[in-house]
Nanobody
């Protein structure tokens, strides 16, 4: 089992920045590909970004250049730096762990409970 706890969400004005963190515990963090997904009100959960075991990163096309995913295996922590935030980025952001990088919710082994990001216009 892997337990994932997100933090860092909150209210920010459009154009601002936030950094989300995801603290992992349980099984070996470095054995898992990690990712972020988000779910806006009334919409399906969607892929945001992922990072594999050796640090290669993957992003949703619409978010490239604004969001940066990273991991610190020594701290068992995943990060998502979000810049130039827009109102349409408002969503609950979920941390996810899987055996390999996946861009769909079907392949995720473990989920966090999410952290709410609200971007005001």
């Amino acid at each position: 089992q892997v337990q994932l706890v997100e933090s860092g969400g909150g209210l920010v004005q459009a154009g601002g920045s936030l950094r989300l963190s995801c603290a992992a515990s349980g099984r070996t963090f470095s054995d898992y590909a990690m990712g972020w997904f988000r779910q806006a009100p009334g919409k399906e959960r969607e892929f945001v970004a992922a990072i594999n075991l050796i640090g290669n990163t993957y992003y949703a096309d619409s978010l490239k250049g604004r969001f940066t995913i990273s991991r610190d295996n020594a701290k068992n922590t995943l990060y998502l730096q979000m810049n130039s935030l827009k109102p349409e980025d408002t969503a609950v952001y979920y941390c996810a762990a899987s055996g390999r990088v996946v861009r769909t919710t079907n392949g995720i082994d473990y989920w966090g409970k999410g952290t709410l990001v609200t971007v005001s216009s």
